[in-house]
């Protein structure tokens, strides 16, 4: 755990990792699990045993589908028995449905990827890659209605500690060149940018994009932090990048798009940071679907009773309560925290230090919004004290003399308000 | 299931800087030292007692109150004791122990936890205390009828008293080396100068008290008594005497900047010291009081909820998408 340091008057300055200066980076590939999971975003109860039931074979790089219209579906990434079908609940309350794949073999790949036609192609791309390594939905970028001003590829991961997508700046320059170039004609973005710590640029100079160094200061390499630095366009409150015509994805999900699209090969795996409990660093590469156990397993990492398991980076990421949890599309980091050095908030009111305010990259008044949404005034919270303008960052809870929660309400009030939001749309 | 491993799941971040109350509370104890320790050597052991009635029978106050309230026991915080603490700098050292009790229980029931406790007092409690008592027994609090039979060996008149009473020509008998050094009349942990700025320095070195605050309220008496002093030299002294003089050192580092009753926005905060200090020097040169910093800054504790209106304006707010 990184501590305040001795002169401290200042806002935090938490340095995101640095990796380069020529060597590569040893990266541990796990091998392929007895038993596999596949977390899904679409709703439980929707799940039919006409498309998908226990005891069904499924193929790796297998498009199963999941309704009528095709339009829904997820992508076996091994071979294997469906064993059962289950929910899985996850941040605030929201739920998944988990795929239990069992008697996992050696793959056996589905063909039908590989023998389609143009793989670039909007069809195809939707088709089979909506969502791959590192990038949820591919469907907002391709071929929308109006494109978009730019595509932003993140070369520095948001989070510390995490080096997902610098090593694949650093790993792979050619597959990232390529993808660049199909993303672009998918796409038809106006700009593509792609965002570097200060030391690795070399690597990414020869791309149809332009490179983009980001500070390598937490939370400069936050999507809104890279609007307002960078494009100079500040995000209103309550919107998204996206919204603002810019979109920002991983880098390793433009690699996987180039490697799917060149080799017809669906990509299955997925590349993350694993922080052990001393703090040790491991760049690894495991099969989606495989649990969380399997890789500690693997790698020979004990957990205990009352230790932490943290889904992303230690400022933004979110703890799982079970090692049963699957490497997914989205795991860029995992953290297993000992028991010892897990932060406890406690019950002492905000005792109006100002850190904060003075920690806020969005210049929220911390201290008032704290006080409303201790009392469940979301609303007023939203108007008076600037919540929606929150990007998200955790400094506030980092460096919070009271230890209170604040991300935490932060979210909650936020959430809260969504909800709100969508009953009076449901209302009329 | 009785075995079953179980992880902690808590909400991000998953890492803290280690700052804490307690720390807080012992640093700020801790910049205080220096002053308290001159205090005691010069006005002897019964300086001691008055310093180490208030820090104990604050914390007990708070105990009481916790129990009564039923809250969790919060003396672990140190904040009563800080409370405590700078509560007693500011006694004379003959201060009689009831009325110690009697500040102490103003300061921490009064003071703090009718509020809701640590953070929730709209003004500082020590100074809450000071001024109640100041109002109701003025000749305990008036150092040279308190100090009155106490000779430690240097020119013992109030030097803020000898200004309001005498005029400008009484000062001549107090010399700079003397203020900063601590060899003044006045209250325990206040007299020491220099002592006093070691401590502020720290506190805001380790980012304990905000510096804006007390720079601009030492600006504030700076300047004030400099404009009094250049309008009627015959009349007004000048600023550095009011500087080392009083309470003025004890309320920019510790007193202004208690956490809950100050701003925290950097406009405010200036406004805050700057204000504080101008009607500090109102009260010396034309008020009541011989020393105005007590009411000064209680009166800005009431303006700052509004003086924290002026904000930054947050990222994204107000501005529409095109």
């Given at each position: 755990?990184?501590?305040?340091?001795?002169?401290?008057?200042?806002?935090?300055?938490?340095?995101?990792?640095?990796?380069?200066?020529?060597?590569?980076?040893?990266?541990?590939?796990?091998?392929?699990?007895?038993?596999?999971?596949?977390?899904?975003?679409?709703?439980?109860?929707?799940?039919?045993?006409?498309?998908?039931?226990?005891?069904?074979?499924?193929?790796?790089?297998?498009?199963?589908?999941?309704?009528?219209?095709?339009?829904?579906?997820?992508?076996?990434?091994?071979?294997?028995?469906?064993?059962?079908?289950?929910?899985?609940?996850?941040?605030?309350?929201?739920?998944?449905?988990?795929?239990?794949?069992?008697?996992?073999?050696?793959?056996?790949?589905?063909?039908?990827?590989?023998?389609?036609?143009?793989?670039?192609?909007?069809?195809?791309?939707?088709?089979?890659?909506?969502?791959?390594?590192?990038?949820?939905?591919?469907?907002?970028?391709?071929?929308?209605?109006?494109?978009?001003?730019?595509?932003?590829?993140?070369?520095?991961?948001?989070?510390?500690?995490?080096?997902?997508?610098?090593?694949?700046?650093?790993?792979?320059?050619?597959?990232?060149?390529?993808?660049?170039?199909?993303?672009?004609?998918?796409?038809?973005?106006?700009?593509?940018?792609?965002?570097?710590?200060?030391?690795?640029?070399?690597?990414?100079?020869?791309?149809?994009?332009?490179?983009?160094?980001?500070?390598?200061?937490?939370?400069?390499?936050?999507?809104?932090?890279?609007?307002?630095?960078?494009?100079?366009?500040?995000?209103?409150?309550?919107?998204?990048?996206?919204?603002?015509?810019?979109?920002?994805?991983?880098?390793?999900?433009?690699?996987?798009?180039?490697?799917?699209?060149?080799?017809?090969?669906?990509?299955?795996?997925?590349?993350?940071?694993?922080?052990?409990?001393?703090?040790?660093?491991?760049?690894?590469?495991?099969?989606?679907?495989?649990?969380?156990?399997?890789?500690?397993?693997?790698?020979?990492?004990?957990?205990?009773?009352?230790?932490?398991?943290?889904?992303?980076?230690?400022?933004?990421?979110?703890?799982?309560?079970?090692?049963?949890?699957?490497?997914?599309?989205?795991?860029?980091?995992?953290?297993?925290?000992?028991?010892?050095?897990?932060?406890?908030?406690?019950?002492?009111?905000?005792?109006?230090?100002?850190?904060?305010?003075?920690?806020?990259?969005?210049?929220?008044?911390?201290?008032?919004?704290?006080?409303?949404?201790?009392?469940?005034?979301?609303?007023?919270?939203?108007?008076?004290?600037?919540?929606?303008?929150?990007?998200?960052?955790?400094?506030?809870?980092?460096?919070?003399?009271?230890?209170?929660?604040?991300?935490h309400y932060i979210m909650l009030g936020k959430a809260e308000l969504a909800k709100q939001k969508s009953r009076e749309v449901s209302n009329g | 299931m009785a075995d079953r491993k179980l992880f902690v799941a808590s909400h991000a971040p998953f890492w803290h800087n280690g700052s804490g109350v307690s720390s807080r509370s012992f640093n700020m104890i801790l910049a205080a030292m220096p002053a308290v320790i001159m205090g005691i050597m010069q006005f002897g052991a019964s300086a001691l007692g008055v310093v180490a009635l208030s820090v104990s029978s604050a914390m007990l106050w708070e105990l009481l109150m916790n129990r009564l309230m039923k809250r969790p026991v919060s003396i672990g915080d140190g904040n009563a004791a800080v409370i405590g603490l700078i509560f007693g700098m500011l006694l004379p050292s003959v201060m009689p122990w009831w009325a110690i009790l009697t500040g102490t229980f103003i300061a921490i029931v009064v003071g703090k936890q009718i509020f809701g406790g640590i953070g929730c007092n709209p003004l500082n409690p020590s100074l809450v205390a000071v001024a109640i008592l100041t109002l109701s027994w003025n000749s305990l609090l008036d150092f040279d009828e308190a100090l009155l039979n106490f000779d430690p060996g240097f020119y013992m008149v109030y030097p803020l008293g000898a200004l309001k009473h005498f005029g400008v020509s009484a000062i001549s008998n107090y010399n700079i080396q003397d203020l900063i050094m601590g060899r003044q009349s006045g209250g325990i942990g206040s007299t020491f100068g220099l002592g006093l700025i070691i401590g502020g320095v720290y506190l805001i070195a380790r980012g304990h008290i905000r510096w804006e605050i007390s720079v601009s309220f030492l600006a504030g008496i700076f300047l004030t008594s400099w404009i009094f002093n250049i309008a009627d030299p015959s009349k007004y002294t000048g600023p550095v005497f009011h500087v080392f003089t009083g309470y003025t050192l004890i309320g920019a580092f510790f007193l202004a900047t208690e956490d809950s009753s100050s701003p925290v926005n950097f406009i405010p905060m200036l406004l805050y010291g700057f204000i504080g200090g101008i009607i500090t020097i109102l009260i010396r040169n034309i008020g009541a009081f011989a020393d105005g910093t007590v009411f000064a800054i209680l009166m800005m504790n009431i303006a700052n909820p509004l003086l924290d209106r002026i904000k930054p304006r947050a990222m994204g707010k107000g501005i529409e998408y095109a």
């Amino acid at each position: 755990m990184i501590k305040k340091p001795f002169f401290g008057w200042g806002s935090p300055r938490l340095k995101y990792p640095a990796i380069g200066g020529g060597e590569k980076e040893p990266v541990t590939e796990i091998p392929l699990p007895q038993k596999a999971s596949i977390l899904i975003d679409y709703p439980f109860e929707k799940i039919t045993e006409m498309f998908l039931k226990k005891g069904d074979r499924v193929k790796t790089g297998q498009r199963i589908r999941l309704s009528e219209g095709g339009n829904d579906y997820f992508i076996s990434t091994v071979t294997g028995t469906v064993e059962d079908i289950s929910i899985y609940t996850g941040y605030m309350g929201r739920t998944y449905s988990a795929i239990h794949i069992e008697g996992v073999t050696e793959d056996q790949w589905d063909p039908t990827l590989s023998n389609a036609g143009d793989r670039l192609s909007t069809e195809i791309c939707l088709k089979f890659f909506r969502r791959l390594p590192g990038i949820i939905d591919l469907e907002r970028l391709v071929d929308p209605v109006v494109p978009l001003d730019a595509i932003v590829i993140k070369g520095i991961d948001e989070d510390l500690l995490v080096k997902t997508n610098q090593l694949v700046l650093l790993n792979n320059p050619e597959g990232l060149t390529k993808g660049v170039r199909y993303l672009k004609e998918l796409t038809k973005a106006k700009r593509m940018i792609i965002t570097v710590p200060p030391g690795l640029s070399s690597d990414a100079g020869n791309m149809d994009a332009d490179v983009i160094k980001v500070k390598p200061v937490y939370p400069q390499a936050l999507p809104k932090m890279i609007m307002k630095n960078v494009f100079k366009r500040t995000v209103p409150a309550g919107m998204t990048c996206e919204d603002m015509g810019v979109a920002f994805i991983n880098a390793e999900a433009v690699v996987a798009l180039a490697d799917a699209i060149d080799n017809g090969v669906m990509p299955v795996d997925k590349n993350f940071t694993l922080i052990d409990k001393d703090g040790k660093s491991m760049n690894i590469r495991a099969r989606i679907g495989t649990s969380f156990k399997d890789v500690f397993e693997r790698l020979n990492i004990k957990t205990e009773h009352g230790d932490s398991i943290i889904l992303g980076g230690p400022m933004r990421g979110r703890s799982v309560y079970m090692e049963d949890m699957p490497v997914n599309y989205n795991t860029d980091a995992i953290i297993i925290q000992h028991k010892d050095d897990i932060t406890e908030n406690v019950d002492i009111p905000c005792i109006n230090c100002g850190e904060c305010v003075r920690a806020c990259p969005a210049g929220i008044q911390v201290n008032m919004l704290v006080r409303l949404l201790e009392n469940g005034l979301y609303d007023e919270a939203a108007r008076e004290y600037d919540l929606m303008s929150c990007i998200e960052c955790g400094l506030c809870t980092y460096v919070c003399t009271a230890r209170i929660p604040v991300f935490h309400y932060i979210m909650l009030g936020k959430a809260e308000l969504a909800k709100q939001k969508s009953r009076e749309v449901s209302n009329g | 299931m009785a075995d079953r491993k179980l992880f902690v799941a808590s909400h991000a971040p998953f890492w803290h800087n280690g700052s804490g109350v307690s720390s807080r509370s012992f640093n700020m104890i801790l910049a205080a030292m220096p002053a308290v320790i001159m205090g005691i050597m010069q006005f002897g052991a019964s300086a001691l007692g008055v310093v180490a009635l208030s820090v104990s029978s604050a914390m007990l106050w708070e105990l009481l109150m916790n129990r009564l309230m039923k809250r969790p026991v919060s003396i672990g915080d140190g904040n009563a004791a800080v409370i405590g603490l700078i509560f007693g700098m500011l006694l004379p050292s003959v201060m009689p122990w009831w009325a110690i009790l009697t500040g102490t229980f103003i300061a921490i029931v009064v003071g703090k936890q009718i509020f809701g406790g640590i953070g929730c007092n709209p003004l500082n409690p020590s100074l809450v205390a000071v001024a109640i008592l100041t109002l109701s027994w003025n000749s305990l609090l008036d150092f040279d009828e308190a100090l009155l039979n106490f000779d430690p060996g240097f020119y013992m008149v109030y030097p803020l008293g000898a200004l309001k009473h005498f005029g400008v020509s009484a000062i001549s008998n107090y010399n700079i080396q003397d203020l900063i050094m601590g060899r003044q009349s006045g209250g325990i942990g206040s007299t020491f100068g220099l002592g006093l700025i070691i401590g502020g320095v720290y506190l805001i070195a380790r980012g304990h008290i905000r510096w804006e605050i007390s720079v601009s309220f030492l600006a504030g008496i700076f300047l004030t008594s400099w404009i009094f002093n250049i309008a009627d030299p015959s009349k007004y002294t000048g600023p550095v005497f009011h500087v080392f003089t009083g309470y003025t050192l004890i309320g920019a580092f510790f007193l202004a900047t208690e956490d809950s009753s100050s701003p925290v926005n950097f406009i405010p905060m200036l406004l805050y010291g700057f204000i504080g200090g101008i009607i500090t020097i109102l009260i010396r040169n034309i008020g009541a009081f011989a020393d105005g910093t007590v009411f000064a800054i209680l009166m800005m504790n009431i303006a700052n909820p509004l003086l924290d209106r002026i904000k930054p304006r947050a990222m994204g707010k107000g501005i529409e998408y095109a």
